[in-house]
């Protein structure tokens, strides 16, 4: 059974900061995803990856996979307001289009 | 851009109701999702459909059923709503497996379901 975890749960930094949101998976997997989540709101892609050593980056925001390890990461640099959000990473099993999610990182930007 | 809506945000039912969540795609997808998210515990998926009349069952398909007459359109049903299905529900949408790999999951805006 494909397990995905998520660390920190709960992470407050300030404004300017750089941190890292960790994914770690239990089983081979051929895609992972990162989506946004606003309060409220529903959940929005931010990135797709494909194989290992992959890496995306759109504004602040850099991703990458390492699968031998099983990890993601997602990196913020220089952290604005605007960042603060629920990540969630999700992982596809082998062969068909189903997600299993982690539980999601509640970030708060602090100014 | 995709399109997917829900036919409620919020909805509020009695125990032992049936409840109907309906999910609207406009984007042709082959694939359709029904997720519920709590907190603390992320999403979980309930039934995903690959194609109109198909279904298959997610990690947590217990009391609930679908139906997918459409391709457009994919129904969750609370066959007798309990306070435990007290969550917010969504719904996602992908392409088939032409266009999988460049793809993501496209999420409706979600319906909070509150059962009493």
């Known amino acids: 059974e494909l397990k995905v975890e998520q660390n920190p749960l709960f992470l407050s930094m300030q404004e300017g900061k750089n941190y890292t949101i960790y994914c770690n998976y239990s089983t081979t997997s051929d895609r992972l995803y990162w989506y946004r989540q606003d309060p409220g709101k529903s959940l929005e892609s931010l990135f797709v990856l494909l194989s290992n050593g992959a890496v995306k980056q759109e504004g602040r925001l850099m991703a990458s996979l390492d699968t031998k390890a099983r990890l993601s990461t997602l990196h913020i640099t220089a952290a604005v307001h605007d960042l603060s959000a629920t990540y969630f990473c999700a992982v596809s099993n082998f062969g068909n289009e189903k997600l299993t999610f982690g539980t999601g990182t509640r970030l708060t930007i602090i100014p | 851009d995709v399109k997917v809506t829900q036919s409620s945000r919020y909805l509020v039912k009695r125990t032992g109701e049936k409840v109907f969540l309906e999910c609207v795609q406009d984007m042709d997808h082959e694939n359709m999702f029904w997720y519920r998210q709590d907190p603390g515990l992320g999403l979980r998926l309930i039934y995903f459909?690959?194609?109109?009349?198909?279904?298959e069952k997610g990690d947590i398909p217990e009391g609930y059923s679908v139906s997918r007459e459409k391709k457009e359109r994919f129904s969750l049903i609370l066959e007798s709503a309990s306070t435990n299905q007290t969550s917010m529900y969504l719904c996602?949408?992908?392409?088939?497996?032409?266009?999988?790999?460049?793809?993501?999951?496209?999420f409706g805006p979600g319906t909070r379901l509150l059962v009493l």
């Open positions: 996602a949408t992908i392409v088939g497996l032409a266009g999988r790999f460049r793809e993501t999951q496209y």
């Open positions: 459909s690959y194609d109109v009349k198909m279904k």
